[in-house]
């Protein structure tokens, strides 16, 4: 029986070091994940067959094949679509023709550096999350797999029935220019004739694909990874520009200016558009969200929700609640209108450009509209994974004896002027911290309390968090 490190197999994927001697995800592990899922879809989801499409990164083809052999040693029929990205292999699950009988494999690292791999799964237009994925877990150390023999085939045109799809969704009324920075994704490859199809005018950055992504890790919400876009942009005085990460089910946007547009706001613009034609629907939010996000949506008719992040755990909410519309702080934006619900970034992509091009206004007049306020980055701090939860559970616990806390997902502190946020992260050994207020002054006293409580954990790298107040403290 094969080593498993469980650590791997998190909240809503399952991911892991794939390189090196020590390496976490192999394709040994990553055979065992395709045989405990080719025996837990059939008993839960019905399902008929499984579309599995692997990234750019060099460890993925290996973590395919062995993928696929798990599956079909279970007796489920495999249909390999090849290199594409992860919202593809959504899409092939959510719309294959037996209904809800579907279900995908993606494998990817996404954002995280070359050294990862994971694996994404979902069933219909949902993904596995949670308990569902600790009962593959379960399987695999019971070793109580299916035995049977299924088929495989091959369908590498989905990224064309998905590009094609999604571009009946929009209509772009008149040109724009935009900056597209792939950072070396496969989206650099397929998502530019898309746009120029619409009327779109592209400048493209790092749009060659290249799995060792050799110009900068492609993460549009980290800003260390945009400079290159935002420089761009003002230089050729595009109308956006557009940032996508690793596997493209999340991007990120530069308005007019060359300034980075928060997830959360561009919900904020999206929900505004959306119940125009949907009055009273709900829209879920993450609980990373500003405080303008809620605010903008009673002003617009909708309902407020916020929910647990995760892309896994905001999905299914939406589909139990039956919302159109729903995005976390992350980047991860989902469109249930007229479509399945799951983080399709260039769908989101389109739908931004549509608004824009319905206006006569920038982007970044489009946002004057709304309140501002301070708020920081995500803080993301390097603390070890046998930690994380109690340190979480002792900072909640401590805040709460003092002020408000929301707990839907770590700690939301509520303060005079704005909030701060802790939560472990389900990806990688850290956590997360953001905060908000009404000016810098503020801002910086919150992330002080919260500092004061991370000095019991020396464990906890503060480095990010002591350069977000000592950039605030100078604003």
């Not at 009404?438 to 002080?448: A, D, F, I, R």
């Not at 309390?449 to 604003?475: N, T, W, Y």
Request: include cysteine.
């Amino acid at each position: 029986m094969t080593a498993i490190n469980q650590t791997i197999f998190r909240k809503y994927d399952i991911r892991g070091t794939a390189t090196g001697d020590d390496a976490q995800l192999t394709p040994e592990v990553a055979r065992l994940v395709g045989k405990a899922l080719g025996t837990y879809l059939p008993q839960h989801f019905h399902t008929e067959r499984v579309f599995v499409g692997m990234d750019n990164r060099l460890t993925s083809p290996a973590l395919q094949t062995a993928m696929v052999e798990g599956l079909v040693s279970t007796g489920m029929n495999v249909t390999k679509i090849g290199q594409v990205i992860t919202p593809t292999v959504y899409f092939a699950s959510a719309s294959y023709s037996n209904l809800n009988t579907g279900a995908g494999v993606m494998i990817t690292g996404s954002h995280l550096t070359t050294i990862y791999n994971g694996i994404k799964m979902a069933y219909g237009p949902l993904a596995l999350a949670d308990q569902q994925i600790v009962d593959l877990l379960r399987i695999i150390q019971e070793d109580a797999f299916a035995v049977g023999s299924g088929s495989v085939s091959e369908d590498f045109n989905m990224t064309k029935k998905h590009m094609d799809t999604i571009k009946t969704k929009v209509t772009i009324q008149r040109p724009l220019n935009i900056v597209m920075d792939a950072g070396n994704g496969l989206i650099g490859e397929i998502f530019p004739p898309v746009l120029a199809e619409l009327g779109i005018n592209v400048t493209c950055l790092y749009c060659e694909s290249d799995g060792t992504y050799p110009n900068h890790l492609p993460n549009p919400e980290d800003p260390e990874t945009t400079n290159d876009l935002e420089a761009k942009v003002l230089e050729v005085g595009a109308d956006l520009g557009l940032g996508f990460d690793g596997d493209s089910d999340r991007c990120g946007f530069i308005d007019n200016h060359g300034h980075h547009i928060a997830a959360d706001r561009l919900l904020a613009l999206l929900a505004r558009d959306l119940l125009q034609r949907m009055p009273g629907v709900p829209i879920v939010f993450d609980v990373k969200s500003s405080l303008v996000l809620p605010d903008e949506i009673r002003k617009y008719g909708g309902v407020p929700v916020m929910w647990k992040t995760g892309h896994s755990l905001m999905k299914l909410h939406m589909h139990e609640i039956g919302s159109p519309l729903g995005g976390e702080v992350s980047g991860h934006l989902f469109v249930g209108e007229d479509y399945y619900g799951f983080d399709d970034a260039p769908l989101i992509a389109l739908k931004t450009l549509e608004i824009i091009a319905k206006q006569d206004r920038t982007i970044a007049e489009l946002f004057d509209d709304l309140p501002k306020l301070v708020a920081t980055p995500e803080i993301i701090l390097s603390a070890p994974d046998n930690v994380k939860f109690q340190i979480i559970d002792e900072i909640r616990d401590d805040l709460s004896q003092r002020y408000e806390v929301i707990t839907l997902d770590g700690a939301r502190a509520v303060f005079e002027n704005g909030w701060g946020l802790v939560r472990a992260s389900n990806t990688q050994p850290a956590i997360t911290l953001r905060f908000e207020a009404h000016n810098s002054q503020q801002l910086v006293e919150y992330m002080m309390r919260f500092k004061r409580l991370l000095d019991q954990h020396p464990e906890v790298d503060q480095g990010k968090l002591q350069d977000q107040i000592m950039a605030f403290s100078g604003a």
